[in-house]
């Protein structure tokens, strides 16, 4: 009996991997991350998000079924420095205060072929929405889905940095944002 | 008084001057853009003066290889402590343009701030980041300018008083279209 407990749905969960695809839902946010990097006089300077929520729906077979809702915490940011920390909080940049989060909810993802997918979606910073369009792939880790991807988000879109920092010779426009996101299978075997 | 001088070579003369002006333009820059808040105008500056300081760097190179390859003109007449001081102010000096854009390089690296040469060529990090390692380069770059610059002031006081007190060609021969 205690077995039979264990075994039973250690061997549906086995199957379902093996015989058809899993609907990825829980983001492990330990083990995610959500890095960008700006280009300031041309150098390259890292930075990123250290809080995040993601909610999500995958499954490789039905990708069109897929969707996702990201909600950024921008008072986690780490933008390389101090002085970059406390400024980009600011109201000339993100103005946590007033938009303490930015919000991306997809409306459509495609398959690109192989392991390749896009998702298109609405991004949501700083009171302004606009449309995005991200690359990605998808790979199992064992029992997990792995998403790699990125897009080239346009600063002056959403008014981060305005006033002097709207110089975009200083701080380039593009930012270049990279998502890595682990997620494990909706609960167990049910379906 | 009117006798023909030896004078520096023209290359020796050329890096000279060269690296004069980019020195005297990058000690007050880096002085001036310490204390600014964080600014467009500040990231512009502290570019401007990292690109300076790379370019003492790669003059230094030639400069040196044309020095030790080419005999300087003989010392003139003078007490021989104002030759040892003169000659030990310019060892030091040729150490310290060495030394003040190279721990300048090596603090940008650390504070994760690469240095890209003209906002286009990629300068390597020579090593990673590292916040106390960044802190400690910083004052290092700081003492090691405020000695340069001391230096240079010792330099040009020597200069001006072979040129204005023994009235010699000391200064003359190293002037770019003097005879």
């Known amino acids: 009996m205690k077995i039979r407990h264990i075994a039973l749905p250690a061997a549906a969960l086995l199957l379902a991997g093996a015989a058809h695809a899993v609907e990825f839902k829980q983001v492990d946010a330990a083990r995610s991350s959500l890095a960008f990097t700006s280009k300031q006089m041309g150098v390259p300077v890292p930075g990123s998000f250290k809080k995040f929520t ?22 986690s940011i780490d933008a390389g420095s101090k002085d970059a920390n406390d400024e980009v909080v600011g109201k000339q940049w993100f103005n946590v205060k007033a938009f303490p989060t930015a919000k991306f909810v997809s409306t459509g993802v495609k398959a690109l072929g192989g392991n390749r997918f896009e998702a298109v979606g609405k991004m949501t910073i ?12 998808f790979k199992q880790d064992g029992a997990n889905g792995v998403f790699d991807g990125g ?11 305005e006033g002097p920092w709207s110089d ?24 | 008084m009117n006798q ?4 520096y070579t023209g290359p020796a003369i050329a890096a000279h001057w060269l690296i ?27 570019s401007y003066h990292k690109w300076i300081g790379m370019t003492v760097l790669l003059l230094f190179v030639p400069r040196i290889l044309w020095r030790l390859t080419h005999r300087p003109p003989a010392p003139l007449p003078m007490p021989a402590w104002q030759h040892k001081i003169a000659e030990g102010t310019h060892h030091l000096l040729y150490l310290l343009m060495f030394l003040v854009p190279l721990s300048g390089w090596l603090m940008s690296s650390a504070k994760g701030f690469q240095v890209v040469y003209f906002g286009v060529l990629p300068i390597p990090d020579l090593i990673g980041k590292d916040k106390e390692l960044g802190e400690l380069l910083e004052e290092m770059h700081e003492v090691l300018s405020w000695s340069l610059i001391s230096l240079v002031g010792l330099h040009l006081a020597g200069a001006l008083k072979h040129h204005v007190i023994d009235k010699d060609s000391t200064l003359r021969r190293m002037l770019p279209f003097g005879k």
């Open chain 1, 168 to 191: 975009v010779s200083a701080v380039a426009n593009e930012i270049e944002i990279k998502f890595h996101v682990v997620a494990a299978p909706a609960a167990a075997a049910k379906k």
């Open chain 1, 151 to 161: 897009f080239v988000l346009k600063r002056m879109d959403f008014n981060i940095g």
């Open chain 1, 126 to 137: 700083k009171g302004q929405t606009r449309d995005i369009t991200a690359p990605f792939t």
């Open chain 2, 4 to 7: 023909p001088t030896a004078r």
């Open chain 2, 20 to 46: 004069a002006i980019l020195i005297l333009a990058a000690f007050p820059l880096g002085l001036y853009m310490h204390g600014l808040p964080l600014s467009p105008n500040k990231l512009k500056l502290y």
């Open chain 1, 54 to 75: 993601a909610q999500l729906a995958f499954d490789p077979a039905k990708p069109t079924a897929a969707s996702t809702v990201l909600e950024i915490d921008l008072a």
